[in-house]
């Protein structure tokens, strides 16, 4: 019952922040919500579905990129180009994912690493469309979505939906094959799982989602540029997701809002984020595998259960 | 189109190919071995051009600077290879299998990052000594000298490579470890030790390719990542952890950007990921076969 207290606090919370907040910290606020979805889409497949999805940034910049597009050189109207970025994300996710999933864990998370970085090489190049490497700047929305208050109702409101649609999906008959896939793919092919379509399907939701995120981001800054499917940008997020925690829920959001937070506080002082990030990485495989959920789950069932071993995570053999 | 021109950019696509094929077989050694795809390889390789500028901008205009140069380079990246791998990464080989890709890459960013500190963001180049400058003449088309260095180059680490793995005992326990590391641990081999080298050998490769890349192309922050891609996708047409697949690959990959300079210039970056593409949709698993 604890859990839908908190979940009743947080999402009022979520209500009143633009009320208390001042404006700089409602912008930071709907910044961490996009990054935690984003996160959090990434984690369907990497925590939920055992795959080494690499480069998971694509399918955000493809759902930026598709919207601003849209609405800049070919005069869509916003909600119809809002709609699209995700469903173009999400066949991004089934044309890489098909070349993907036929290859074992290593090659997969290798070629998508290349695939990736054959879109961010076209969005780079592309100037007439994609504007190069400026970007696209400026993109006119609806005079709602030009205030902060707007834009920030848009990304919480869809944040939640969003969240709650992948949480469903955890919990699905769907979500927990799964995970019984990640945790045993031979025997899951043995029982009749189709493991390929499954892993595909993930594949395609998660980058619909990071697709989401993606034009919620174009809601919120009015543009998208390259670095937006840059791979540092996937390992960002990939470190969220180690932060938070891959084996909760919960996990990824709770890292992106760490490392968002990292993000903008360092980017006062240093040009050197990258530098910082690396460091949090190692830092982080050595000393808090688990990640920052995964660290308090244990210490919980822990002192719930004080016999029973808590779960080694981090100690898994791949 | 003339026969002078498709030979020269023959010889300009070998010669990238000889590069990647330098740097691709350090990749595929660790892959092999220690089951790592190192991402901070690229790093290594951009870090092995910055040295070998600082070496010859150090010795001046003798022609010694570049063979100093050369032999520079590739040391100072196995060292810092050898180092992070008995510091570090040899802590983590009980762990999971993410966690040492993870390792690399964080590693990579580090790396990137020091360098932009150490040398700055600005664009160097090294100037190859005046014997190597220029170009001959064969057949009527105008070769440019450092390019057919690497044309020997190449060739050269292939052999050196293939004499190490098959004629010394410790490339034979490398080898042996990359097929049955746990095996080759019961016969009483220091598989951790076997390990350390073989990924010193492998950062060796990277810093010896940035070396040999400098004279031809400009030093710069970034250089790394097309190489890291190139070279990932080498290995996986290649088959990974093969020696012979990762020249195969990168064959393919320096001779198909050729033709595609030669058909259709603003998008000959495409053509060897559509040539890989290919590939892999008829065989997943690459050329050659894979160590494991």
Redesign the interface.
């Known amino acids: 019952m604890s859990g839908r207290v908190l979940l009743g606090l947080a999402l009022a919370a979520l209500a009143a922040a633009p009320a208390v907040l001042p404006p700089f910290f409602v912008y930071l606020l709907a910044l961490v919500l996009v990054t935690g979805l984003l996160a959090t889409s990434l984690n369907l497949v990497l925590g939920y579905g055992g795959l080494y999805q690499f480069h998971h940034g694509v399918f955000y910049g493809i759902g930026a990129y598709t919207a601003a597009v849209g609405i800049t050189r070919l005069g869509w109207p916003a909600w119809l180009a809002f709609l699209v970025g995700p469903l173009a994300a999400g066949l991004a996710g089934l044309v890489i994912g098909f070349f993907c999933v036929r290859l074992s864990r290593l090659y997969f998370g290798m070629l998508q690493l290349s695939l990736g970085s054959f879109v961010w090489i076209v969005a780079l190049r592309w100037y007439p469309v994609t504007g190069g490497d400026n970007g696209i700047h400026g993109i006119p929305l609806p005079p709602v979505l030009q205030t902060l208050p707007g834009a920030y109702a848009l990304v919480a409101g869809a944040v939640v939906a969003s969240l709650a649609a992948l949480w469903a999906v955890v919990r699905s008959p769907f979500g927990l094959t799964l995970q019984a896939i990640r945790d045993n793919p031979q025997r899951s092919e043995v029982m009749g799982v189709d493991v390929r379509a499954h892993q595909l399907a993930a594949i395609v939701l998660a980058a619909f989602f990071a697709g989401v995120a993606g034009v919620l981001y174009v809601a919120l800054e009015r543009s998208v540029f390259p670095s937006m499917l840059f791979w540092v940008l996937s390992l960002e997020i990939l470190v969220m997701c180690l932060l938070g925690g891959w084996f909760t829920f919960s996990g990824p959001l709770v890292g992106a809002a760490v490392v968002v937070g990292l993000r903008t506080l360092a980017g006062r002082y240093t040009e050197y984020w990258t530098l910082v990030l690396g460091v949090l990485l190692i830092l982080l495989i050595f000393f808090l595998p688990e990640g920052i959920m995964g660290h308090l789950q244990q210490r919980w069932n822990a002192h719930r259960a004080p016999s029973a071993r808590p779960a080694t995570a981090g100690d898994v053999r791949g | 189109m003339d026969a002078a021109a498709v030979l020269g950019q023959l010889v300009v696509g070998l010669s990238r190919a000889m590069i990647l094929f330098i740097v691709s077989a350090g990749l595929t050694l660790i892959?092999g071995v220690l089951?790592v795809?190192n991402v901070f390889h690229g790093s290594l390789y951009m870090l092995g051009a910055f040295v070998a500028w600082t070496v010859a901008e150090a010795v001046g205009p003798h022609p010694a600077g570049l063979w100093l140069a050369l032999a520079a380079a590739p040391l100072v990246t196995a060292a810092v290879g050898l180092v992070l791998e008995r510091l570090?990464l040899s802590?983590?080989y009980?762990?999971?299998?993410?966690?040492l890709?993870?390792?690399t890459?964080?590693?990579?960013?580090?790396l990137?990052?020091?360098v932009?500190?150490l040398w700055g963001p600005t664009y160097r180049s090294l100037v190859p000594p005046p014997s190597l400058q220029g170009a001959v003449t064969l057949l009527g088309v105008a070769l440019p000298k450092f390019n057919l260095v690497l044309l020997v180059a190449g060739p050269l680490v292939g052999v050196g490579l293939w004499l190490f793995t098959h004629r010394t005992r410790a490339g034979r326990i490398a080898r042996a470890a990359a097929t049955d590391r746990d095996m080759v641990a019961v016969l009483g081999v220091d598989v951790s030790r076997v390990f350390g080298m073989a990924f010193a050998l492998g950062c060796f490769l990277a810093g010896l390719g940035g070396a040999l890349v400098a004279p031809t192309t400009s030093i710069t922050l970034g250089m790394d990542?097309?190489l890291l891609?190139d070279s990932?996708?080498i290995?996986?047409v290649g088959g990974?952890g093969n020696l012979w697949g990762a020249l195969a690959g990168s064959l393919l990959f320096g001779i198909t950007q050729s033709v595609g300079l030669l058909v259709w210039p603003q998008f000959a970056?495409?053509f060897p990921?559509a040539v890989?593409?290919a590939v892999?949709?008829v065989r997943?698993?690459g050329l050659l076969r894979s160590a494991w």
């Open positions: 892959l089951r795809p570090l802590r983590l009980y762990r999971e299998h993410l966690m890709i993870l390792f890459f964080g590693v990579m960013l580090v990137n990052d020091l932009k500190l990542h097309s891609i990932f996708l290995v996986i990974l970056v495409a990921y890989t593409a892999l949709l997943p698993t």
